[in-house]
């Protein structure tokens, strides 16, 4: 893919001219979440559909910028947290653009031998990822496939490659399971992931709220992503609690995003209020009787 590294705040940007290098065509005048999500962060991958749609949704709600910043900001504080549980490979689904920092990062700059795959169906969130990840790294990869696809995902070469699913992983799937609908079964997706890891693996998940928001905003939001061809689906914290299905929730359980252990004692904005968070485990198996 053509790209160059010379953007206006120093962000590796994508053209659209080499979108269509990948194997997999990239409709340029089709948005996608993560490249709108990439806009609202202030990132270089993302193309002039992806912008129409994310001011348009700036319009309905301004600030949802600091909204998906605070989301990324979940995902920093559960890899580290999964690192001081003695997680040291992860698998973060719908992995997107990551924002900031990306988990390999993070998590490497704590645990040199952290491992991490990168999975996500969108060429250019993969084609960014593959601009942070060397080809030949030893640690970390990046796999085009969708999360809903269990088997292909665990069974795929980078990921048996990487990760040593006899021993726990640390599952991120950030902002992503608003993109499923009820028909898809988001449930049965993540119950597929803890049926095949190992127990004391770890799911680290996020999810937009309308509650806070306000319905009729929360509705706005889904009926602008939905004339854009992106399906979202807003959940309260009860139904979010339900897509978890045997991942068991840490004692603190699902909290706001802005709220689920926080930094330090500081403001929370309201913002931070319109998704919550979560992170969960897979128990270890009961001893069998003798």
Known sequence: MSTSRGGENGTVMVTQEGAHERGASVDVDVPSLSRIYDRLLGGGHNFASDRVTAAAIMALVPHYDAFVRESRAFVRRAVLHMLTAGIEQFLDLGAGLGGVRHVHELAQAEQPQARVVYVDRDPVAVAGLELVVREDDPSTGVIEAD????????????????????????????????????????????????????????????????????????????????????????????????????????????????????????????????????????????????
């Open 147 to 290: 999360l809903r696809h269990v088997e292909e995902v665990l069974d795929h070469a980078v990921t048996t490659r990487l990760l040593d699913l006899t021993r726990p992983v640390g599952v991120v799937v950030g902002s992503v399971l608003h993109c499923l609908p009820d028909a898809e079964d988001p449930a049965a997706t993540l119950a597929g992931y803890h049926e095949r890891l190992a127990p004391g693996s770890l799911l680290a998940a996020s999810h937009a709220d309308g509650i806070v928001l306000g319905l009729e905003t929360a509705a706005a939001v889904e009926d602008c992503l939905a004339k854009a061809g992106i399906t979202f689906v807003h959940r309260n914290r009860r139904q979010f609690a339900d897509l978890l299905g045997p991942w068991q929730p840490h004692p603190d359980g699902v909290a706001p995003i802005g709220l689920w252990r926080p930094d330090g004692l500081t403001l929370v904005r309201r913002e931070c209020l319109w998704g919550n968070a979560v992170l969960a485990g897979r128990r270890p198996e009961p001893a069998e009787r003798a």
